[in-house]
């Protein structure tokens, strides 16, 4: 029998460093008792991820995505080689995985071989490792398929908000499936009802919170 402590939410941990040549910021969940963890946005540099979570003693039990961008999906099939975890997606977004080898081709970047996704995210679902309790919130608009992820650690909430909402910004809509009006829609009635002191961590560059959302983007006027 474990003698483990049980897990809380302050003992969840969040790890976030860019990958990739367009620097996405993937970020490994994990628990510091149990040891499971979820990957969110394996976008580039397997081997410095699988460091990371050997380095940690980390068991990854599921690969997520907040979008099928090539940026965020570049190292998922290695990752998902070495973990043996379960790779996901919004079912919205499928159609942008298989167009892999045109985004690649837009911005000269190397098609990534595909990992095999399993069963799609849905919205409002409670992905669960250890004690970590993560939320997908479905915010279409950067992709039709865009999702942001919402926990507890550390005491506060965390939402890993992707390609939808940035410091000072917004995700993109002039690529395939992209609709700003969606975009804005999704960030308005899905992101900023959470607490204002909620940490959003993004796709790319520097952390925020709501709060400072709320006053500040001009997007969002």
């Known amino acids: 029998m474990s003698t483990d402590a049980p897990s809380t939410a302050s003992t969840i941990t969040i790890e976030t460093f860019p990958v ?46 907040t979008h099928t961008h090539i940026d ?10 070495a973990t043996r975890a379960p790779a996901r997606i919004h079912e919205e977004d499928m159609f942008l995985y298989e167009m892999l080898p045109i985004q690649g081709q837009m911005i000269g970047l190397r098609t990534p ?12 679902e409670v992905i669960t490792a250890g004690g970590i309790s993560l939320q997908v919130l479905h915010t279409p608009g950067h992709t039709p398929g865009s999702v942001c ?4 650690a550390g005491g506060r909430d965390v939402l890993m908000s992707g390609d939808t909402l940035f410091a000072g910004s917004v995700g993109r809509t002039d690529l395939w499936g992209g609709d700003h009006e969606k975009l804005v829609s999704s960030i308005q009635r899905k992101l900023l009802s ?28």
Do not use: W, Y
Request: proline share 5%; with cysteine; hydrophobic share 35%.
């Open 113 to 124: 071989q595909r990992a095999e996704m399993d069963t799609f995210l849905r919205d409002g």
């Open 20 to 65: 990739g040549p367009l620097g996405c910021n993937c970020t490994i969940l994990a628990d510091a008792v149990s040891h499971d963890a979820i990957i969110i946005d394996p976008g580039g540099d397997d081997a410095g991820i699988l460091e990371r979570v050997r380095a940690l003693g980390l068991r990854v039990t599921a690969i997520v995505h």
């Open 149 to 152: 992820f919402h926990c507890r």
């Open 72 to 81: 965020h999906v570049g190292a998922t099939h290695a990752v998902q080689q």
């Open 194 to 221: 959470l607490p204002s002191e909620t940490l959003v961590i993004p796709g790319h560059d520097r952390n925020t919170t709501i709060d400072r959302e709320k006053r500040s983007n001009p997007f969002l006027r």
